[in-house]
């Protein structure tokens, strides 16, 4: 995995108006640092029209999100569907409350304001596969598919205990995020859903499921007999797939599988995609957009220069 300098030093730096509320300093020093080594516009969206209205008149300006992972997303998601996110490096400096950030920790990104900041400057750019839903929603950090309405996430994007998603170190000593896609029980219902990989069949619905996941990254020859193997899992994001697991009851093993698109089916589920709750629905499917988006990340340290004699 190679990762070029980011090109240009002019910045939009889009700000969450929450992340100012909730750690204006943070916020401060973040524009501070930021404004002494690039030319800076600074916005504050208060809604989509805002944030739309200003990443369409950004020009050159590299966009910068302050705020948490929420932030993160709704720009990713807004340059998706603007159809510029494949030309457009994003970079972010995390501010917000630890239980907020997971996928700016296991991003690798620095969580303190004024090291993230220096990281945007002197980065280097990093590109991630994306999972985009057949709505055009993207997944930055996981989904979730609940059995019952609501719990373990919020209308607010609240993390759930049962639903942190998995993370990963991978390749180069650069860490990135797994997605994961998973069923959480509540009570003693347990789900009957369809689930398709690649289409191949893992589940029907004439027997409960009792966990799915869905995560990026696969490792190297995952697969059983139910679901061979896929070619070219290679354990880090960037592969363009995902590892599908499911687990029901009446086996004693999981299936897991490397796909590039699941489909799941059911007479009606609701889910959290980073941790957002949507639904009900009767079908979703998710798909790997190979090396799709592009993140400033810290540049990898220098390995020390040996002496000679």
């Known amino acids: 995995m190679s990762a070029q300098p980011p090109s240009g030093n002019a910045l939009l730096l889009v700000i969450d108006p929450a992340a100012r509320l909730t750690d204006g300093e943070s916020v401060r020093v973040a524009r501070d640092v930021l404004s002494a080594g690039a030319q800076v516009k600074m916005v504050i969206p208060k809604s989509p029209e805002e944030l739309n209205r200003a990443l369409e008149h950004r020009g050159r300006r590299q966009p910068v999100v302050v705020g948490d ?3 993160l ?19 972010h400096v995390p501010v917000g409350v630890p239980a907020a950030l997971p996928v700016a920790r296991a991003l690798g990104l620095p969580t303190a304001a004024a090291p993230a900041a220096r ?3 002197a980065g280097a750019e990093r590109r991630l596969d994306l999972l985009v839903d057949d709505r055009g929603g993207v997944v930055l950090g996981g989904v979730e598919i609940h059995s019952g309405a609501g719990r373990g996430a919020t209308a ?10 998995r993370w990963a170190s991978v390749g180069r000593g650069a860490r990135s995020f797994v997605r994961s896609l998973r069923v959480t029980l509540h009570g003693g219902h347990l789900p009957r859903l369809r689930v398709e990989a690649d289409g191949i069949l893992l589940a029907d ?7 799915i996941s869905v995560s990026n990254a696969c490792p190297p020859q995952v697969g059983n007999e139910a679901a061979p193997p ?9 592969d363009g797939l995902v590892e599908v697991v499911v687990r ?37 499917t998710w798909t790997v ?13 220098r390995a020390p220069e040996s002496a000679d004699g």
Not at 205 to 211: E, G, Y
């Open 69 to 71: 992972d929420r932030a």
């Open 73 to 91: 997303h709704r720009v990713v998601q807004m340059l998706h569907q603007r159809r510029e996110l494949p030309d457009a490096a994003v970079a």
């Open 119 to 121: 990281a945007v400057l």
């Open 156 to 165: 607010e994007g609240g993390n759930s205990a049962t639903g942190t998603a």
């Open 205 to 211: 619905l004439d027997r409960p499921v009792q966990l």
């Open 230 to 238: 896929a070619d070219g899992g290679s354990g880090d994001p960037d």
């Open 248 to 284: 029901q009851p009446s086996a004693q093993a999981p299936v897991r599988m490397c796909a590039r698109a699941v489909t799941i089916t059911g007479r009606g589920f609701s889910y959290a995609a980073d941790a957002v709750l949507t639904g009900p629905v009767r079908t979703r």
């Open 289 to 301: 957009h190979p090396r799709a988006w592009r993140l400033t990340v810290p540049a990898p340290a």
